[in-house]
């Protein structure tokens, strides 16, 4: 009966075998009372020392398992009743719109699936080669020595407070008169965007939003029910004109704003028009909030303050910032920056539906940024970043007949194709040819932008990122010819 056990390396052998006899328990293999081999048996056979196979029966007595009777061995102390089989239901007659509508934008699903040795331009996340990870487990052993005890126990649904106080000075030295306003850690960009819809009354079920823009955010306001109104955008931001007549036109509940490196076209809001921006939006008593986007990933040009900035005292904007994309995407941090009185009812919020963001990962994050590691990686990331940058210009510039290409910063581009062709089409011809990008109708609010494409450069090699965007151009051509 025991043959079949198979020791595995990097996991305790007496672990192993304590789980080995736990499973032929439940299974029923194993019956009540049943006398198990002695433990001189057990370790001839498998090959083990004695030592190891009495920790696991001492252990499985811990547990209740198993009895020892004096003079006589180990027994099993109980039998685990069978499974019998229970109702069968059909889940998709009983899922709702919300799971339904997540699993029809599920790009991960539905996209087009990587495979190893492909050339992607599908991601915007950092560069893991850059990772600084000395500094890490520097920062993870500082912070566990100081209150290891306090971080593996619950922590608290608006956030680790010395994080909290390093992201407020933080927002402060953007610019932001943090005079009435308050922070609330949360799970990454995502999780702070989705408490604030959610803790937003719905009066017309209406968004305003950039046109084209964020993926997730397209995805949640469809998951929360409501109409996305897109405006489209020209080489330094929103469209001002076409905003005023929406605004004029449309009743709104809250309006949603990329205004850095936007996603996915990479431009950076004008000062200018940031301003007339908050002008229109104060006016028609509308709440911007902001997706701090890639802030830190300047190339060129002067710093450009956030909205929630250039906003000064008043309260209207509700900024939404992470590390994800600038530092290190695993370490699930973001932040939503407001008036007080909302992140009051966000942090309740917060408790209710997940308590509160891992202790363990905000600590790390704020030792590490506190030990003034922040400042040196991104000089170097950026200095990276910005090599790639230049260079996926030059050689869209090079082999890509666009008709419009974008992106101020960040890590990545968006390109515009002749109307005639399809984005998809070329994407198609590509994946034959071991290439893969995202295309860009995916981000558009109005079923539009079939002949566009957003390149994502960040976690691309130099040989890969000129071979890559050559193969994209060739197609380009040869669909061209083709008459497409």
Request: contains cysteine; negative net charge; glycine residues 8%.
């Amino acid at each position: 009966m025991f043959n079949d056990f198979k020791l595995m390396d990097g996991r305790p052998a007496y672990v192993q075998v304590k789980d080995y006899i736990k499973e032929l328990i439940y299974k029923g293999i194993l019956r009540s009372d049943q006398k198990l081999p002695s433990t001189r048996e057990f370790a001839a056979l498998w090959k083990l020392s004695r030592n190891t196979v009495i920790t696991a029966y001492r252990e499985l007595e811990d547990e209740g398992l198993v009895h020892s009777v004096a003079g006589k061995g180990s027994y099993v102390s109980q039998e685990v009743v069978p499974a019998a089989d229970s109702a069968r239901l059909e889940w998709k007659e009983m899922i709702g719109d919300c799971a339904r509508t997540a699993e029809e934008l599920d790009l991960m699903k539905h996209g087009v699936r990587w495979e190893k040795g492909m050339i992607s331009f599908t991601s915007i996340a950092p560069d893991e080669k850059l990772f600084d990870l000395h500094n890490v487990k520097r920062a993870f052993l500082d912070r566990m020595s100081l209150e290891g005890e306090i971080l593996l126990n619950y922590g608290y649904a608006k956030g680790y407070k010395p994080l909290i106080d390093y992201l407020l000075r933080y927002m402060e030295t953007k610019g932001v008169d943090l005079a009435g306003k308050d922070l609330l850690v949360t799970n990454g960009f995502t999780e702070g965007f989705d408490l604030v819809l959610s803790a937003m009354r719905k009066t017309h079920r209406r968004v305003l939003c950039e046109n084209p823009t964020h993926n997730t955010a397209i995805k949640l306001f469809k998951m929360h029910e409501m109409d996305i109104e897109g405006i489209s955008m020209e080489d330094d931001g929103i469209r001002l004109g076409e905003l005023e007549q929406a605004l004029a036109k449309h009743a709104f509940d809250l309006a949603y704003l990329i205004p850095s490196y936007h996603n996915p076209t990479g431009i950076v809001m004008s000062p200018e028009k940031r301003m007339e921006a908050l002008r229109l939006f104060g006016e028609y008593r509308i709440p911007i909030i902001e997706d701090g986007f890639n802030e830190e990933l300047r190339y060129s040009g002067s710093h450009v303050a956030p909205l929630i900035a250039c906003g000064g005292s008043g309260n209207n904007v509700v900024y939404i910032g992470s590390y994800s994309k600038v530092l290190f995407p695993g370490i699930r941090v973001g932040w939503v920056l407001a008036d007080r009185e909302l992140i009051d009812y966000l942090e309740s919020m917060k408790r209710a539906r997940s308590i509160h963001t891992s202790t363990l990962d905000q600590a790390v994050l704020y030792q590490y940024l506190h030990n003034g590691n922040f400042e040196k990686y991104i000089k170097r990331a950026r200095n990276a970043y910005k090599r790639k940058y230049e260079l996926a210009v030059q050689w869209c510039k090079e082999h890509i007949p666009y008709t419009r290409l974008s992106g101020d910063g960040g890590l990545h581009l968006f390109i515009e194709l002749n109307d005639s062709l399809s984005a998809r089409d070329v994407l198609d011809a590509c994946v034959r040819r071991g290439v893969v990008f995202t295309p860009g109708d995916i981000f558009h609010t109005d079923g539009f932008g079939s002949n566009t494409f957003r390149l994502g450069f960040s976690r691309v090699s130099e040989e890969e990122l000129e071979k890559g965007i050559a193969t994209i151009g060739e197609t380009v051509w040869q669909l061209m010819r083709e008459g497409f």
